[in-house]
């Protein structure tokens, strides 16, 4: 295929240090002895442990792509520090200088091929011939990984706080929220826009894309997925959107902020399990449900979420969160489409082609539309 290149012509394929991970010692990450353990896990960058490092032996280089050729086969990552590696990980070390940008690409690239492969077919012998862009795609070398802002891990507050679930009140949902339902809308009635569309998914915070049509709902509110794949994800909402009609919000009834809210939406999901594609968790049934919460005088005790929500590593990426999410809106709102983009919506399906086609067949022809107007 032109612009494709076979991996080994970019990068080097060097099968992993193979160690196994009972052998060595766990540690933690802020050991000055310690190095990172990468396995054959789909998430979490590969790591699987932090190890003391061992005498002798000489781990994977940095700046790497680590990939499981068995396993979770094609799970790729790049590895910006020494590390340890399991059995059936290769890492490829490019042959000529790459950015970090490029690294993430190529790893991506990667991972896109892992349709082709499961736990019988791995890819110990094809993985140097699997075919890559021979360069980074112009849009994405606009990139940078300074552009993206990581988020501070120490907790706003120091306190450790601890949750003691035995002594939580029941409360019903009707107490706290106001359900409404999502409205449907097809593909085909779709716009292109920014205002985000709340699927019935279990990620991505329930975006499952951006459309034109005006937000239904307002910001500060949670959605829950009554129906899908998703049934019970429950997601807050930092600006208005569209939710789906498999998909209902709450609007709260007290005065909710960002980490209550979050807080609520971890204990909403924890109710999972009683719901499926046979019983799902529909309006009616949603408001009569019953959830378990802190509280204090027999009311929810919202001082105490947002405090242990506060406690948290990584809580200061709370902060103005929904100030960043209407900035995010507003950029993907501003990006232009290439070509490329618009034919690969096109074949996607994401251009409502039957809509503007419907359009077209019942316009009148020009002639039709001056019929009557023109002086006799």
């Not at 193979?18 to 396995?39: A, G, K, T, V």
């Not at 520090?81 to 950015?99: A, C, F, V």
């Not at 939580?168 to 826009?193: A, I």
């Not at 609007?251 to 009683?274: D, Q």
Request: charged share 25%.
């Amino acid at each position: 295929m032109k612009g494709l290149v076979p991996i080994n012509e970019l990068f080097d394929a060097i099968y992993g240090v193979n160690l196994e991970l009972l052998n060595l010692d766990i540690c933690n990450r802020n050991d000055p002895n310690s190095i990172r353990f990468i396995s054959r896990k789909d998430n979490d960058n590969g790591l699987a442990a932090y190890v003391k490092q061992v005498d002798g032996i000489t781990p994977n280089p940095a700046h790497t792509i680590s990939v499981a050729v068995s396993g979770s086969v094609l799970s790729s990552f790049y590895q910006d520090e020494e590390y340890y590696s399991g059995r059936d990980i290769y890492y490829l070390k490019p042959r000529r200088q790459m950015t970090v940008e490029e690294m993430l690409f190529y790893a991506f690239c990667l991972t896109a091929n892992k349709y082709k492969y499961n736990y019988g077919r791995g890819a110990n012998r094809t993985l140097k011939q699997i075919l890559v862009p021979k360069s980074m795609p112009i849009e994405f070398k606009r990139l940078s990984i300074s552009e993206f802002e990581i988020p501070k891990q120490a907790p706003i507050i120091s306190e450790e706080i601890e949750l003691k679930v035995g002594s939580w009140d029941k409360f019903v949902l009707n107490e706290l929220f106001t359900v409404k339902k999502g409205k449907r809308l097809t593909k085909e009635d779709m716009n292109e826009g920014d205002t985000p569309f709340i699927g019935a998914i279990d990620s991505n915070n329930g975006w499952r894309e951006f459309i034109g049509q005006p937000a239904l709902h307002t910001g500060h509110t949670i959605t829950v997925n009554y129906n899908g794949n998703g049934v019970a994800e429950a997601f807050y909402q930092p600006v208005g959107f569209w939710a789906s009609d498999d998909v209902n919000v709450l609007y709260p009834k007290f005065a909710m902020n960002i980490y209550s809210a979050l807080f609520i939406a971890a204990v909403i999901r924890h109710e999972k399990y009683r719901f499926n594609y046979g019983r799902k968790w529909h309006s009616d049934r949603m408001v009569k449900s019953v959830i378990k919460l802190p509280a204090a005088n027999g009311k929810p005790d919202f001082l105490f979420m947002e405090k242990y929500m506060k406690s948290l590593p990584f809580s200061p990426a709370l902060e103005g969160k929904g100030e960043v999410q209407k900035a995010r809106v507003k950029k993907v709102n501003e990006r232009g489409l290439t070509d490329e983009q618009l034919i690969e919506k096109y074949v996607g399906g994401k251009v409502p082609m039957k809509k503007m086609m419907k359009a077209m067949l019942t316009t009148p022809p020009p002639e039709e539309s001056l019929k009557g107007k023109t002086k006799k």
